[in-house]
């Protein structure tokens, strides 16, 4: 069924799926103290459960990173993007780079559950870059990293595979639609571009 979907080239919704539970952040505690409060920007003063085992994860830890910001789903045409976002993690990681994944239902397009959604990244895609539980990315249901994420860029995600690039400041830089592929050029070059400032 995946193959079919994936080889028709759109993100058509799989209809048998029945939308799990949305992840819900929890209180950030990483910067409970002025001093990390100063040292985390504003936009990652956030803590969600990780996907492979939902156990909380402060996004502080990822402070003074180039951050590339996806909203994946399962069965989307975009969903080979997995491959090129894991390569771009894997290739500029020593430098600053973190790629860090959102799983959402907000298309219909993905799975029921966070385990589910987990073993098929990594067993479909090699997938080692920070992933995060199912939530909302858009709308009133959206989670406030992504509420934060919408209102810097001016743009909500638009589909699966939108992808935010924030600088080492914590603000948001760009926003790319999923026809941006992880291998276009101008893509790349504006990672590298952030990646090489201090």
């Keep these: 069924m995946r193959a079919l979907l994936l080889s028709l080239g759109g993100c058509l919704p799989a209809l048998t799926l029945a939308a799990g539970p949305a992840a ?7 910067a409970a103290t002025p001093a990390a409060a100063a040292a985390c920007p ?5 803590t969600f459960p990780r996907l492979q085992d939902e156990k909380p ?6 402070a003074g990173k ?15 993007q997995y491959k090129g976002l ?3 993690h894997a290739r500029y990681k020593d430098r600053g780079l973190v ?7 907000d298309f219909a397009q993905e799975k029921a559950s966070n385990q589910e959604i987990a073993d098929f990244c990594e067993n479909t ?3 080692k870059f920070p992933m995060f539980a ?3 990315v858009r709308g009133a249901d959206a989670n406030p990293f992504f509420r934060q994420l919408a209102q810097q860029a001016g743009r909500a995600p638009l589909w699966n595979f939108h992808k935010y690039l924030v600088g080492r400041d914590g603000k948001v830089i760009a926003n790319y639609t999923s026809m941006t592929a992880p291998t276009d050029k101008a893509f790349v070059a504006a990672i590298e571009k952030q990646l090489a400032s201090n």
């Excluded at 994860?57 to 990822?62: H, S």
């Excluded at 951050?67 to 080979?80: D, E, Q």
């Excluded at 790629?99 to 239902?105: A, Q």
């Design 24 to 30: 819900t952040a929890v209180p950030a505690t990483a």
């Design 42 to 46: 504003a936009l990652l003063q956030h």
């Design 57 to 62: 994860q402060a996004l502080c830890q990822y």
């Design 66 to 80: 180039v951050l590339l910001v996806v909203n994946t789903a399962s069965y989307c045409g975009f969903t080979p």
């Design 86 to 88: 894991e390569d771009l």
């Design 99 to 105: 790629v860090l994944g959102f799983p959402s239902n």
């Design 125 to 127: 895609f090699g997938v």
């Design 134 to 136: 199912k939530s909302a």
